[in-house]
């Protein structure tokens, strides 16, 4: 079952970000994931719902703002092609998205 568990675990670098991010982010990325998988599994489950948490309680739709609205052009683009390459929202709602976020930092 662990190992089954792990073969589902999706990496936190994909192909694309391995060519385009900081190769010393990358490392750092790396270095979590490998962290993170030498850990049991209720530990880790237990992690990501503390982090999960955490999050949702402290990157508020406001900081989210806030932070959009300090991203140069190419970034808010590329925060874009992102969001469109990971599969996680289609074209035209990443640009609403995104967009919705940096007009309201913006206000």
Do not use: N
């Not at 190992?3 to 694309?16: I, M, N, R, T, Y």
């Amino acid at each position: 079952l662990e190992a089954e568990l792990e073969a589902q675990l999706q990496p936190l670098v994909g192909a694309k970000g391995r060519r385009k991010a900081d190769p010393d982010v990358v490392d750092v990325l790396d270095a979590a994931e490998a962290a993170l998988l030498r850990i049991d599994h209720s530990r880790r489950a237990r992690l990501h719902r503390r982090l999960d948490a955490s999050i949702s309680r402290h990157l508020t739709p406001s900081v989210s703002a806030a932070m959009m609205a300090k991203l140069s052009d190419r970034e808010v683009e590329f925060l874009q092609e992102w969001l469109v390459d990971e599969k996680a929202l289609p074209k035209e709602a990443a640009h609403r998205l995104v967009g919705t976020l940096v007009t309201a930092g913006q206000a």
